[in-house]
């Protein structure tokens, strides 16, 4: 249908480039003929005044004969014709008229008379056929319009010619000339009848001439223009049907067209432009091969990278539960420490009473049994919550070190995709206008890779922060735990003491001051236990923090990965079409 086309086209230009030539030369030969034929009138009427001076020089030459003929025809009507004087005169305007396209010679008197509005000369002599026709010499001539014009025109600048006017004789062109003496003086006016019928006919002849020929030079000329116009246009036919198969996928032919015009050199720069498409299509189907594979290596390494993601997700979860465990232990603790402090404080009172009192020692130090029985107890609960508290501090560390693991592999496998994502838009770039929307797709791997990248170190730092305040926090619970220690020592030791107290009243005193010592041993202590507890309630609540912006961040990356396997496949899809489009082309 598209060759058809194609041809129908072919035939149409070269229609018209022959149609166009044919109306060229005709309105050339049509200009030529108009102006033939103007040129033919412009040489009759030059040919005419040529006539006029051939009479005229004669006539003038002679001037004394013809001015003694007119004197004697004035003075004599009837004078005999066959003298020899009038003869001289008569022969030559015989002479003239009949030949050529002359029809009728005369001599006219200059002056003119008016009658009835209406101007006439004297007719002197003319020729015989004149003669023949009414005239005689000395009769009134009445002039027209036209023929009034030339004779003054003719006065003036010595020739006159009329324009086609018409009498009862038929349709003349008349030119005139004055005829003068020796002296100067005008004796007469010499004119010439050219019948405009026998002019018209002769043009219309040379006119049916100059057509014929046109025609004939306007016949072979067409012939000639439409046959080179066929031979510049042939080629374009091989250029039709390698352009509807490159039209169609198909580069394995150029056109192979010798000539050196403009026909030629597109043929050549046609074939050129067919090497290079041939050239890009290699070249974006390896492009397309590649960014293929980088596109899938991309999607693997996005699939790992969303995996890793969810690792860390659920491992920060599970540090988010220990902080939120620890916070409650070390809450736990600060109340047990309170209730200790209240009860070292009980001690130091019931101390106090029993200096004052040693009456109701006894009672006192039964008491005071019962108060270090249920320090002993708190103690024991005390040191329980700071094991509890250690043990969770340290798998907290233990998971951020899991949890730096784990980011260390995903700015690895960050890396691995920024480094593919920007193989894939160098690829994109040598595919030039064809690639311009992977590496759009690229660059946006790329981003997302970087926002990755840079989520790790952020989580990484955090990570750090976490590790450095948990070894805080176990050496805080370290020194808790040791001061425990100390504190269940002091209350065995007040235990005993109470014991001598039950055995001996007289140590009462004794054993109350050690006690009193003791107990403000034990106040400070706690003091510093319930300062140490509040700073781990501090770190806890950092931790917990720091967990919640850890997650938060995993949160985006989990995102942001998701949004990077959809770009990936939105790639791949993309170097599959564009395999498929590539694939139409025949290299």
């Known amino acids: ?14 229609t018209r480039l022959s149609g166009l ?7 050339v030969i049509i200009v030529l003929v108009i102006l033939s034929y103007n040129q033919q009138r412009t ?41 020899i004087w009038y003869r001289e005169v008569q022969q030559k305007l015989d002479m003239f008229s ?52 030339a004779v003054d025109k003719a006065k003036k600048s010595g020739f006159g010619r009329t324009s086609v006017y018409t009498d009862k004789a038929g349709k003349w062109i008349s030119v005139i000339a004055p005829v003068k003496n020796e002296s100067g003086k005008m004796i007469a006016l010499v004119g010439l009848d050219f019948d405009y019928n026998t002019i018209l006919s002769d043009l219309k002849g040379r006119l049916g001439s100059a057509l014929v020929i046109g025609l004939v030079v306007a016949l072979f000329a067409t012939v000639l223009l439409t046959l080179l116009i066929y031979w510049l246009l042939r080629p374009i036919g091989q250029l039709t049907r390698i352009t509807q198969k490159v039209a169609s996928g198909d580069l394995t032919e150029t056109p192979n067209i010798k000539r050196k015009d403009e026909i030629g050199q597109l043929s050549s720069y046609f074939g050129l432009m067919i090497e290079n498409i041939r050239e890009m299509i290699q070249h974006i189907h390896h492009s397309s091969e590649e960014m293929a594979r980088t596109s899938q290596a991309v999607e693997m390494g996005s699939r790992q990278t969303s995996e890793a993601s969810q690792a860390i997700t659920r491992s920060i979860t599970d540090v988010a539960a220990g902080s939120e465990r620890q916070l409650r232990s070390t809450e736990e603790s600060g109340r047990g420490m309170e209730e200790m402090t209240v009860g070292i404080q009980r001690i130091a009172e019931s101390a106090s009473a029993a200096v004052e009192s040693s009456s109701s020692a006894l009672q006192l130090a039964e008491r005071g049994g019962e108060q270090v029985e249920r320090n002993l107890q708190q103690m024991g ?11 969770t501090i340290l798998h ?39 690639g311009r929307g992977f590496s759009v797709v690229a660059d946006s791997i790329r981003g997302l890779a970087e926002q990755s990248r840079n989520s790790t170190e952020k989580i990484y730092e955090l990570i750090q922060v976490i590790q450095a305040e948990t070894e805080q926090a176990v050496k805080a619970m370290k020194k808790g735990a040791t001061e425990v220690d100390g504190m269940s020592e002091t209350v065995t030791a007040v235990n005993s003491a109470f014991t001598s107290i039950v055995k001996s009243v ?16 034990m106040s400070a202590g706690s003091e510093e236990v319930t300062a140490s507890l509040h700073e781990l309630s501090s770190i806890s609540k950092q931790t917990s923090d720091f967990t919640q912006n850890v997650a938060s961040s995993a949160e985006e990356q989990q995102a942001s990965m998701e949004e990077m396997a959809f770009s990936v496949a939105s790639l791949n899809e993309m170097a599959q079409q564009l395999r498929e489009t590539v694939s139409r082309f025949k290299l």
């Open 1 to 14: 249908m598209l060759q058809q086309k194609l041809k129908r086209l072919q035939g149409s230009m070269i």
């Open 21 to 27: 030539t044919i109306i060229s030369i005709i309105l």
């Open 43 to 83: 040489l009759y009427y030059s040919q005419l005044k040529s006539d006029l001076v051939l009479i005229q020089k004669p006539l003038e030459q002679q001037a004394s004969t013809l001015e003694q003929t007119l004197m004697r025809l004035k003075t004599d009507s009837n004078a005999d014709l066959n003298q």
């Open 98 to 149: 009949g030949t050529g396209l002359i029809a009728n010679t005369y001599l006219l008197s200059p002056e003119a008379s008016d009658k009835d509005g209406k101007s006439s000369l004297t007719l002197l002599m003319a020729n015989q056929a004149l003669y023949k026709t009414g005239q005689k010499p000395y009769t009134s001539y009445e002039m027209s319009e036209t023929f009034k014009q």
């Open 381 to 391: 609960l005390i040191r329980e919550a700071v094991n509890d508290a250690s043990g």
């Open 396 to 434: 907290l560390g233990e998971l951020s070190k899991e949890i730096g693991n784990i980011t260390g592999m995903i700015s690895e496998i960050a890396q691995q995709t920024n480094l593919l994502a920007l193989n894939a838009a160098i690829e994109a770039a040598r595919a030039g206008e064809h």
């Open 506 to 521: 007289e140590e009462v005193t004794r054993q109350i001051m050690e006690v009193s010592a003791s107990s403000e041993q």
